[in-house]
């Protein structure tokens, strides 16, 4: 049967071979067309109305054209044939399991969706496309490739310092929010990748060779760009913070159940929240009537490991949301606490070729002869992450007060709310 071709504005024609289509016209992947790729940033870049439906689609054309580049370069001889078809089904899945509205809600402590794809994957109809095209263990294979188990030599290109998935959507993300940030040497980084032997364990694994350091120079700047512009703009994350609290509160109600959540694209969990969890909170967000900035403070001031607890904890966070607002005698959801969940800013554990053959690791040590990424990774992380307090009325918040409480244990926090102390 011929390809089916899909038009991509990022990457052009993308081929689909028939195995790919049935999965594509399943309905559990037609529910990623209603699934935005960068949550509420189009409240901010209207333009980021694009989905996790054209970014697996892109994933998967990267697949397709890295496997080619290394067939056509000899470099699978070792691997098991069976192993590019399995990579190609889990760059097309590999977001398969997402939550509406992008990352925000495995904040406030859903399950990852990583997990959530488990059971999309190994039951149901694309469990029945995938043992019928590819093998009664596609889908247990599948699913240790997206969530980064796999003994595969090719499990770098779904999961790791240089996986496919990074590429599109730094890219995508750049071109639809109209950035110039995501600028990263695609090619470059294909053309460079290798099946290597691991230089400590000697199994194989996807590497890179040397001349493709300055590429994935570009792809820390890129990332990072995206992280500070985009994906942790106040603007953005004050609609993160105030949609996690209307999903926290309505499951706290119980009018809604968190594992009912992947069920849903964006608008149609807005449209439940509307009809079982009605409040003020729902219809600011709708009407993008967000909270301001009155405190705000990058990680890099912060003592080590300070605030991680608003980044980790959600019902503590919504307690001293809630003690704040009584202090203060505002209602309840008036003051939202906000630090992004921790992430790598470019995890770094990767084999590169030198120009004489030898393999060798690029990790946290850094590299002879490049610029000392791994050190660089995380100035630039503590300069992108920002602790920031949002406030939906003209409240007063003593700035020493919130960076005294930022700075206490968790512990010491849960302890002040139950003897009933002030925080403020």
Same mark, same amino acid.
């Given at each position: 049967?011929?390809p089916?071709?899909?038009?991509? #504005?990022?990457?052009?024609?993308?081929?689909?071979?028939?195995?790919?289509?049935?999965?594509?016209?399943?309905?559990?992947?037609?529910?990623?067309?209603?699934?935005?790729?960068?949550?509420?940033?189009?409240?901010?870049?209207?333009?980021?109305?694009?989905?996790?439906?054209?970014?697996?689609?892109?994933?998967?054309?990267?697949?397709?054209?890295s496997?080619?580049?290394?067939?056509?370069?000899?470099?699978?001889?070792?691997?098991?044939?069976?192993?590019?078809a399995?990579?190609?089904?889990?760059?097309l =899945?590999?977001?398969?399991?997402?939550?509406?509205?992008?990352?925000?809600?495995?904040?406030?402590?859903? #399950?990852?969706?990583?997990?959530?794809?488990?059971p999309?994957?190994?039951?149901? #109809?694309?469990?029945?496309?995938?043992?019928?095209?590819?093998g009664p263990?596609?889908?247990?294979?599948?699913?240790?490739?997206?969530?980064?188990?796999?003994?595969? #030599?090719?499990?770098?290109?779904?999961?790791?310092?240089?996986?496919?998935?990074?590429?599109?959507?730094?890219?995508?993300?750049?071109?639809?929010?109209?950035?110039?940030?995501?600028?990263?040497?695609?090619?470059?980084?294909?053309?460079?990748?290798?099946?290597?032997?691991?230089?400590?364990?000697?199994?194989?694994?996807?590497?890179?060779a040397e001349?493709?350091?300055?590429?994935?120079?570009?792809?820390?700047?890129?990332?990072?760009?995206?992280?500070?512009?985009?994906?942790?703009?106040?603007?953005?994350?004050?609609?993160t913070?105030?949609?996690?609290?209307?999903v926290?509160d309505?499951?706290?109600?119980?009018?809604?159940?968190?594992?009912e959540?992947?069920?849903?694209?964006?608008?149609?969990?807005?449209?439940?929240?509307?009809?079982?969890?009605?409040?003020? =909170?729902?219809?600011?967000?709708?009407?993008?009537?967000?909270?301001?900035?009155?405190?705000?403070?990058?990680?890099?001031?912060l003592?080590?490991?300070?605030g991680?607890?608003?980044?980790?904890?959600?019902?503590?966070?919504?307690?001293?949301?809630?003690? =704040?607002?009584r202090?203060?005698?505002?209602?309840?959801?008036?003051?939202?606490?906000?630090?992004?969940?921790?992430?790598?800013?470019?995890?770094?554990?990767?084999?590169?070729?030198r120009?004489?053959?030898?393999?060798?690791?690029?990790?946290a040590?850094?590299?002879?002869?490049?610029?000392?990424?791994p050190?660089?990774?995380?100035?630039?992380?503590?300069?992108?992450?920002?602790?920031?307090v949002?406030?939906?009325?003209d409240?007063? =918040?003593?700035?020493?007060?919130?960076?005294r409480?930022?700075?206490m244990?968790?512990?010491?926090?849960?302890?002040?709310l139950?003897?009933?102390?002030?925080?403020?």
């Amino acid at each position: 049967m011929n390809p089916t071709i899909v038009r991509d #504005p990022l990457w052009k024609n993308v081929r689909l071979d028939d195995t790919a289509r049935r999965l594509v016209d399943s309905p559990t992947f037609q529910r990623l067309r209603y699934v935005r790729q960068l949550g509420l940033a189009h409240l901010v870049y209207p333009g980021a109305t694009h989905t996790r439906f054209e970014h697996a689609l892109g994933t998967y054309h990267l697949a397709r054209l890295s496997l080619d580049l290394l067939h056509e370069r000899d470099a699978l001889r070792e691997v098991d044939p069976s192993e590019v078809a399995i990579v190609r089904a889990a760059a097309l =899945l590999h977001d398969i399991g997402h939550y509406p509205f992008s990352h925000a809600l495995e904040e406030i402590g859903a #399950p990852d969706h990583e997990e959530v794809a488990r059971p999309l994957i190994t039951t149901g #109809p694309l469990a029945e496309i995938l043992r019928g095209a590819l093998g009664p263990e596609a889908p247990t294979r599948i699913v240790a490739l997206i969530r980064g188990e796999s003994l595969s #030599p090719l499990q770098g290109l779904i999961s790791g310092s240089l996986d496919l998935d990074k590429l599109d959507y730094l890219r995508r993300d750049a071109f639809m929010c109209g950035v110039p940030y995501g600028e990263i040497d695609v090619d470059r980084l294909l053309n460079a990748l290798a099946v290597v032997r691991d230089p400590d364990t000697r199994a194989l694994t996807i590497g890179v060779a040397e001349k493709a350091l300055s590429a994935l120079e570009s792809l820390l700047f890129a990332k990072y760009q995206m992280y500070r512009n985009v994906y942790w703009h106040h603007t953005v994350r004050s609609a993160t913070a105030l949609y996690k609290r209307v999903v926290s509160d309505a499951i706290e109600r119980g009018a809604l159940r968190a594992e009912e959540l992947a069920g849903y694209g964006d608008e149609g969990l807005l449209s439940e929240l509307r009809r079982r969890a009605p409040s003020a =909170l729902l219809d600011a967000l709708v009407a993008r009537r967000l909270h301001k900035r009155a405190i705000q403070c990058p990680a890099a001031e912060l003592a080590p490991g300070a605030g991680e607890w608003i980044a980790s904890d959600r019902a503590l966070v919504v307690e001293v949301e809630n003690r =704040l607002a009584r202090e203060l005698a505002v209602p309840p959801g008036t003051i939202l606490l906000d630090y992004p969940a921790k992430t790598q800013m470019l995890g770094l554990d990767l084999p590169v070729v030198r120009r004489n053959g030898d393999v060798v690791r690029l990790t946290a040590a850094g590299l002879e002869g490049a610029i000392h990424l791994p050190a660089l990774s995380q100035q630039l992380y503590s300069s992108a992450r920002w602790l920031r307090v949002f406030v939906a009325e003209d409240v007063t =918040l003593p700035r020493h007060a919130v960076s005294r409480l930022a700075e206490m244990d968790a512990s010491d926090v849960r302890a002040r709310l139950r003897e009933e102390r002030g925080l403020l």
